[in-house]
C-alpha cells in the first residue's frame, strides 16, 4: 500500500463519537479524499445525465433496450467471474442495519449472506455511519458483544463457520455525506464514504477470514454507473494491495430504466460481478418518477395490490433469472418484509403462508436465493430453496431459454386488474408518517402494522399519493384524489397517533414534521426525485 498524502478532509458539524478515531483515521480519510478526487466528478455528471433521460421519457412515455449496446447483448460468449466460494451458495439473504445488536443477530440469524445496510434501511445520522462501520470490524475481529439495556439479554457471536456473509450496501449515487467536506467546502458522495471506510479497513481483513470485500450496489439507472464502480475497485484494490476480481459486487435492479440493461450492468462490471437482485418498492417508485407524466395507462393501484406475480412485474423477474444465468450470475429475489407478532398466532399463519407462497414462486422460477427481514423468516424461506437446490449451492446451470421478454413488457402496468383505493391512500399516509417519523430519529429500518419499512416504502407511499391526485383518481367510495383529500387524511391520521401513544410522546417525536414532509413531498407541483434528500436537511446528528 503506498504511503498516502495527509487528508483535506475535514469532518464538520459533527459531534465526537466513541471510538470515532478507529474508522476516521487520517490514511482512511486520504484513501476516501482520493476516491472523491477521482470518482466524484463522474457521478455528477451520471446524475445530470438520469435528468436528461428522465426527461427523454417524459416526452415520450417509453423505453426500450439500448440499440448502441445490441453487440453486448448478441455475444454470447462472455460470462461474469465465477462466484467466490463464500458467496456461491446465497438461498437465503437477511437484511437490515449495521446497529449493534443487528450486527449481531443478522450474522447469527442462520441466513447465508447478511445485507449489511448503510442505505434504505439507515437513516444516515454521522452515528450510524461511523458506528455501524466500527460494528463491522468489530464483528470480524470478534469484539463485539451487546446487552440490551431494557431486557438485560446478551447476545454474541456464535462460531465463524456459523455466521451469515457480509455483504455491504453503501449509499445510493444521489446521497452527499454533509459532515465530510473537502478543502473546498463540497460533501464527499456517501456512497464513497461507506464503500471507501469500510474497504479501507476490512478488504484484507476479510481476505484473511476466507471472505472477501462483497457489495450490493443500490439505485443504479444506467450501465455507465455500473462502469463508474468497475472504475472505483479497480483502482481501491490496486490502492490497497490486493488482488484484481476479489470485490464481488451484486446489484439492485431496482430502477425501470436499470431492467432494461441488465446484460449491459453485468458486462461492465464482469470482472467484480457476483448478481443482481429484484427489488420491488424502489421499483415502483421509479416507475411513478419515470413515467409520471405518461397518463392513465402507467397509474399504479394500492402498494400492496402489485405483487411480484402481476404481468409487468413477472416479466421484469424472469427477465432477470434468465440475464444473470446466461452470463453466470446469480439472480437473487425480493424482501419478505413480515415481521412476526409475538401476541397473534393467527396473523403469524396467514403471513407465513404468503410468505412460503412467494418464496416457492422464487425457487420454481430459477432464482439462486432470495430476501427475508425477520430472522423467524430464515427457516421459511430455506424450505422453499432446499426443497428445489437440494445440496447444489444454486441453479445457475437453469438457463430459462423459455422466457421471452419484450420491452413494451416491462411498462405494461395497465395489464393490472387492479385499482386505487381510498384505503390504500390512508395506508400510504399513515406508513409515509409513521416511518419518516422514525427516519427523523435515526431509525431506517421500522416494523409498522407487521411489516419492516425502509425508506423505499416512505418513496412508494409519496409517490402513489402524488400521482393519484396528478392523475385525478377516483376511489370507489366516490372520492376524489386532491391535495384537500391527503391533507384531510394526514390530519386524521396526525390525530389517531396522538391519541394512541399520548400527548408525552407524541411531543417527544417528530410527528408535525413527518406529517409536513410527507404533505411536501405528496403534493409539491415539481416531484422531488428523492425523498431522502429534503428530509436529509432535518435529520439531526
Known sequence: MSAPAPSPLAIVDAEPLPRQEEVLTEAALAFVAELHRRFTPRRDELLARRAERRAEIARTSTLDFLPETAAVRADDSWRVAPAPAALNDRRVE????????????ALNSGAKVWLADFEDASAPTWENVVLGQLNLTDAYTRRIDFTDPKSGKSYALRPAGE?????????????????LVDADGRQVPGALVDFGLYFFHNAQRLLDLGKGPYFYLPKTESHLEARLWNEIFVFAQDHVGIPQGTVRATVLIE????????????????????????????????????FRDGGEKFVLPDRNAVTMTA?????????????????????????????????DAEVNKVAFEKVRA?????????????????????????????????????????????????????????????????????????????YIEAWLRGLGAVA?????????????????????????????????????????????????????????????????????????????EDYADFLTLPAYERLRG
Not at 94 to 103: E, F, H, S
Not at 314 to 331: D, I, N, P, Q, S
Request: proline share 4%.
Open 94 to 105: 437477511i437484511t437490515g442495519p449495521t446497529d449493534r445488536k443487528m450486527t449481531i443477530n
Open 163 to 179: 455466521l451469515a456473509t457480509v455483504v455491504m450496501r453503501p449509499r445510493g449515487w444521489h446521497l452527499n455525506e454533509r459532515h
Open 255 to 290: 430502477t425501470i430504466t436499470a431492467a432494461y440493461e441488465m446484460e449491459e450492468i453485468l458486462y461492465e462490471l464482469r470482472d467484480h460481478a457476483a448478481g443482481l437482485n429484484a427489488g420491488r418498492w424502489d421499483y415502483l417508485f421509479s416507475i411513478v418518477k419515470n
Open 311 to 343: 404481468p409487468f412485474m413477472r416479466a421484469y423477474t424472469e427477465l432477470l433469472v434468465r440475464t444473470c444465468h446466461k452470463r453466470g450470475a446469480h439472480a437473487i429475489g425480493g424482501m419478505a418484509a413480515f415481521i412476526p407478532s409475538r401476541r
Open 358 to 434: 412467494d418464496k416457492d414462486r422464487e425457487a420454481g422460477d430459477g432464482f439462486d436465493g432470495s430476501w427475508v427481514a425477520h430472522p423467524d423468516l430464515v427457516p421459511i424461506a430455506m424450505k422453499s430453496f432446499d426443497r428445489v437446490l437440494g445440496e447444489r449451492p444454486n441453479q445457475k446451470d437453469r438457463l430459462r431459454e423459455d422466457v421471452d421478454v419484450q420491452a413494451a413488457d416491462l411498462i405494461a402496468i395497465d395489464s393490472l386488474d387492479a385499482k386505487p383505493t381510498y384505503a390504500g391512500l390512508v395506508n400510504a399516509v399513515q406508513v409515509g408518517i409513521r
Open 448 to 524: 409498522i402494522f407487521n411489516l419492516m419499512e425502509d425508506a423505499a416504502t416512505a418513496e412508494i407511499s409519496r409517490s402513489q399519493i402524488w400521482q393519484w391526485i396528478n392523475a385525478g383518481v377516483q376511489f370507489e367510495n366516490g372520492e376524489k384524489a386532491t391535495p384537500e383529500l391527503a391533507r384531510t387524511v394526514a390530519a386524521e391520521e396526525l390525530a389517531r397517533i396522538r391519541a394512541e401513544i399520548g400527548e408525552d410522546a407524541f411531543a417527544a417525536g417528530n410527528w408535525q414534521q413527518a406529517h409536513d414532509l410527507l404533505l411536501q413531498v405528496s403534493l409539491d
